[in-house]
């Protein structure tokens, strides 16, 4: 054989490799299930706004052991939810959602405040987590 028609050779038996595999992945697959949860399994999702300058809601209460989705936005500029002690630090921004999941791994009060400077109020931006 020359050499052109090796290449051609070994052309033609990739593409039916190729084929052969792409049509043996559904038997070889079938019985495999993915491994994904339900959405919202086990999580408890909780609204968060935020605006100049608060949080709505305030407070905001949970029970220990408690797996907690925050799901936010803002009214009006860019602020961010930030609740030290639980490991929270959430970017919220006007017309967007962001979320952020944790567990309430420890009982107490903890205060939640803005991260992001958003006017003269900033300072003041807190809120209430209670975690029973």
Do not use: T, W
């Given at each position: 054989m020359n050499r052109v028609a090796d290449t051609k050779m070994i052309g033609a038996l990739t593409f039916a490799l190729v084929v052969v595999a792409?049509?043996?992945m559904p038997v070889l697959?079938?019985?495999r299930?993915?491994?994904v949860e339900p959405l919202n399994q086990g999580?408890?999702?909780i609204r968060v706004e935020a605006f100049r300058y608060g949080f709505s809601?305030?407070?905001i209460k949970v029970k220990q052991g408690e797996r907690i989705r925050l799901v936010g936005t803002s009214r009006d500029v860019a602020h961010s939810l930030v609740i030290p002690e639980l490991g929270v630090n959430l970017l919220l921004e006007p017309g967007k959602e962001s979320s952020v999941e944790f567990t309430a791994n420890k009982k107490g009060t903890f205060t939640m405040f803005c991260g992001v400077y958003c006017g003269?109020?900033?300072g003041?931006?807190?809120g209430t987590v209670v975690v029973e």
């Open positions: 792409f049509l043996a697959f079938k019985n299930e993915p491994r999580v408890r999702e809601p305030d407070p003269g109020g900033h003041s931006m807190r």
